[in-house]
């Protein structure tokens, strides 16, 4: 975990480095200098366009990182809800919200997330909904497990039993109980979610250019590869990186929480 | 369990001894909601009440089998009563800290423990605790499935006083499910033997040594004709 947290806060520290240095803007074109290699004045070279591969790397991260945050949460705005009355409600209600979301798991996730891009035209703002739409369900369910779960407690009826409302009960004993195990598969999450993103970007029907994103930067050197292959090498290795990062925390988180007394979370 | 029926007189301590996996539990569990029955029909002072909801969360309270268990880890001591406090309304806003304090140290949980959470805290300070929260709700019954079973001997032995205490002081009708007859003799005054999912037995405890029929019965007063020793008090069961 340590690793992961390290090669976070990295991509954090390269990120805000990026906006402050002297190097060329992202967009900037140099015809002159196309496809060139690693040099002094371009470290990571440049691209078919001659713009700084460096520059747009770090441009990228917050581009890259921010739209599988900002799906994160679009997607655990839907699911976290959903999951919890699903949970808490039980009966009729668990059942239609249950069928609901299994009915848009019943779509392979890219494919409907590949529908809504293409009934919102590509962009970076429609893959994110787009990913959002196909993520929630499945983690929808995961919380629903986990609400079940943390409901069956002892202490959680006994609370009841002696007096808590139920929103008392939901806020102050249930909803504690599931955000450790949460943590986790929004950590797991993300690194999906990225590599997601990253695929529709590189299919062209993610972020468009100019915008710097690595996804996107990976689609732009497939013709080149043969010619220039620092041009997919730096995006390719930057998405691994992040993807690594945030499966370290995640696994790390789970096995930090496995260590302690399920009561004590 | 089919055709069932049990009364618990006011103030009176009834206990419920059967085989594990007779239904004590599920029985006991009925009663405050926890378990739905089929049918049937559930009345506190003669009034059909709906247990779990209303009143009846409040006057019939439940003593679970691992007091550990049943605490919040996300509340202290002081906390899970103040709950029971808050949740019931008892006692004006103010004088709620006090009447939690007083009701912890009533049961011997000493203010430094009061801040503590359960983890910190043993089985026996766990189940006082608990103990303490089922009093603050001012219930005209108690039900304690097993109240003795997650405990060590010597343990057990100071819940026994307590709880004899607390009949004493308080009057409190209460319920006490077992598989073990030997807890039940320094506390019930009435048996009830559960076999078969029925109620087999149903006698006053002084008289359960000498009068019980029903061969459970009679295998449990033979569990007594040694003197009370750890190990009778630690659960001489009865086995099929």
Redesign the interface.
Known sequence: MTFGIFLLFGFAILALAGGTSNLPPPEKMDLLSRLAGPSERHLLGTDHLGRDLLSRLLAAIPVSLGAALKTMAAILAIALPWGLISGLAGGRTDMVMMRLADIVMAFPTLVLALAVIGFMGASLEASIIGVAVAWWPSNARLIRALVLSANERDFVKASYLAGASRRRVIFRHVLPQILPPLAVIVSLETASVLLALSSLSFLGIGAQPPMPEWGAMLNEARPFFAHAPHMLIAPGLAVVCAVLAFNLVGEGLRDLLDKRRPYQW | MRNIGLTVGQGEVVGLIGRSGAGKSTLARCL???EKPSTGDIRLNGASIVP?KGTA??QL??L?Q?P????????SAHG?VM??????SIGSPNSRKSSASAYLNDLGVTPDMQGRR??ALSGGQCQRV?LA??IA?DPQVLILDEPLSALDFSTRVQAIELLQKLHRETGLAMLIVSHDLAPLRHLASRILVLDDAQIVEDIRMEHFAERAAHKLSRAYVRTLTAEPTADSIDGNSISD
């Open positions: 405050v909601g926890l779990g969360r409040r309270q439940y679970w691992d550990v268990q049943s605490l919040s880890p996300y509340l899970a709950e029971a406090l808050n949740g019931f359960p983890h608990a929260r089922a709700a």
